[in-house]
């Protein structure tokens, strides 16, 4: 679901350090449905709610007329203070798919790990192609089924459904099973009785 954003078109003559003492953040819509950038103002009360983990997803601006299907591309804060600057908006294209990375999620024990085996992580997002209204919040990797040293979960062995495209290489090791060195694991254990 994308999150909702009110907005008003920025007056020509606006000074952006103005609006932000007014509790405004200046900020910009552009993209390739649009034939020049759309200079806007964005309550910055309204805009802190938006969550950090929305900032990947789809955000519906609008203004009294019109509604803008947008990402953040760009978001520029002061160095010290932290305050937001300046916002970036891309508008998408209605219907079109587009690139995004995603976060990787991992739930579940594993028995691996529960035997004294380090479970190493060697990716905490993947990049898939989809609809902007189609981005997920996380995917969810379950690594209960890393049972033994050498398992391991690869792109390839993920179920996406019929929204996400993977872009990353099937072959490649998202999470694996590691021995530690000298650990005797239940495995190595039974094998020498």
Same mark, same amino acid.
């Given at each position: ?17 103005? &609006?932000?003492?007014?509790?405004? +953040? ?7 449905? &649009?034939?020049?950038? +759309?200079? +806007? ?7 802190? =709610?938006? %969550? ?5 997803? *789809?955000?519906?601006? =609008? ?37 995004? =990375? ?34 997920? @919040?996380?995917? @969810?990797?379950?690594? %209960? ?7 391991? +979960?690869?792109?390839?062995? *993920? ?6 495209? &993977?872009?990353?290489? %099937? ?18 254990? @039974?094998?020498?009785?």
């Amino acid at each position: 679901m994308a999150t909702e954003l009110k907005i008003e078109k920025r007056k020509e003559n606006s000074k952006p350090r103005a &609006l932000r003492r007014e509790g405004l +953040i200046p900020a910009t819509i552009y993209g390739p449905e &649009l034939e020049k950038a +759309i200079d +806007i103002q964005v309550n910055g009360k309204d805009f802190k =709610k938006v %969550s950090f983990k929305d900032y990947k997803h *789809l955000i519906e601006l =609008k203004d009294n007329e019109t509604l803008y299907e947008t990402l953040i591309r760009n978001i520029q804060k002061d160095f010290v203070t932290g305050e937001i600057l300046n916002i970036e908006f891309y508008k998408v294209k209605s219907g079109n798919k587009l690139n995004t =990375k995603v976060a990787l999620r991992f739930v579940g024990d594993s028995p691996a790990a529960k035997m004294g085996c380090d479970i190493v992580t060697q990716f905490t997002e993947m990049n898939v192609r989809c609809l902007p209204r189609d981005i997920p @919040e996380d995917f @969810e990797i379950d690594i %209960s089924v890393l049972k033994k040293p050498a398992d391991m +979960i690869n792109f390839g062995d *993920l179920n996406l459904g019929d929204k996400l495209e &993977l872009l990353d290489p %099937s072959g490649e090791i998202i999470v694996k099973v590691v021995a530690k060195r000298g650990a005797i694991t239940e495995g190595a254990a @039974e094998a020498q009785k």
